[in-house]
């Protein structure tokens, strides 16, 4: 019977050294991430995309907009997921929608009211302000409010970003075990993501760790990590 466990990450905390303890205690052969290439080379090269026309910039805010508020974004842990990985002689491999198309996507099927109160909750950031959600959610890892929130506000951005990501990645994770063989794989993606591929892939009970209990395993020493 293939084994899974899923861990739940926020990119703005530090999360390596509860991330290792979980990773080699559970002895994977292969580590998945929630990323595409193009995020991977990016994260790689720290060359993150930047400037541009304001549709564009505007997309990148919202992905930077799901991030702050359900640790979906990827960033540090992800490498250091990577870096853990090789160090017991797992293999890499990314499970993730890519991302352009998907935000373009998105905002092609984002109805009136949605896009200007994206157009309100960007602008803020756009010109460099903005509190990064680091509030008492990113503290605890529990989410719920926010994704709520979220969801009453932006439904259709959220099936397009949240919803058919996490049915993706789901399918990804069947096929590495069905083309591959692995016996054992952790997946590392965003909070915001954990139940939606659980629940898709309830047939494999998946062992599911929350960013609630990295922080608990971590202690009292958490680190913020902002890149503005």
């Keep these: 019977m293939p084994e899974l466990m899923l861990i739940g990450t926020a990119h703005v905390i530090d999360l390596e050294s509860p991330l290792e303890r979980y990773i080699k205690e559970f002895d994977p052969d292969a580590v998945a991430l929630e990323l595409?290439?193009?995020?991977?080379?990016?994260?790689?090269?720290?060359?993150?995309r930047s400037g541009g026309p304001i549709f564009v910039r505007l997309l990148a805010r919202l992905?930077?907009?799901?991030?702050?508020?359900?640790?979906?974004?990827?960033?540090?842990?992800?490498?250091?997921?990577?870096?853990?990985?090789?160090?017991?002689?797992?293999d890499v491999n990314l499970i993730d929608k890519p991302i352009l198309p998907t935000l373009?996507?998105?905002?092609?099927?984002?109805?009136?009211n949605e896009f200007w109160s994206l157009i309100?909750?960007?602008?803020?950031?756009?010109?460099?302000g903005g509190d990064f959600n680091l509030n008492q959610s990113m503290r605890t890892g529990d989410f719920t409010k926010e994704l709520d929130e979220f969801s009453s506000k932006y439904p259709i951005i959220k099936f397009q970003l949240i919803d058919r990501r996490d049915s993706?990645?789901?399918?990804?994770?069947?096929?590495l075990f069905r083309k591959k063989k692995y016996d054992k794989i952790v997946a590392i993606v965003g909070e915001g993501h954990l139940d939606g591929i659980a629940t898709r892939l309830e047939s494999?009970?998946?062992?599911?760790?929350?960013?609630?209990?990295?922080?608990?395993?971590?202690?009292?020493?958490?680190?913020?990590?902002?890149?503005?």
Excluded at 104 to 112: Q, V, Y
């Design 120 to 128: 309100s909750d960007s602008f803020i950031s756009l010109v460099g």
């Design 63 to 90: 992905q930077e907009y799901l991030g702050e508020t359900f640790g979906s974004s990827p960033g540090s842990e992800m490498l250091a997921a990577a870096k853990i990985a090789r160090s017991i002689g797992a």
């Design 204 to 228: 494999l009970n998946p062992r599911v760790v929350r960013l609630r209990d990295l922080l608990q395993s971590k202690g009292n020493s958490i680190t913020f990590s902002i890149e503005i």
């Design 168 to 175: 993706y990645m789901a399918i990804n994770l069947v096929k």
């Design 104 to 112: 373009k996507e998105a905002w092609k099927t984002m109805p009136w």
């Design 36 to 48: 595409d290439n193009e995020r991977w080379f990016s994260l790689r090269s720290n060359k993150m």
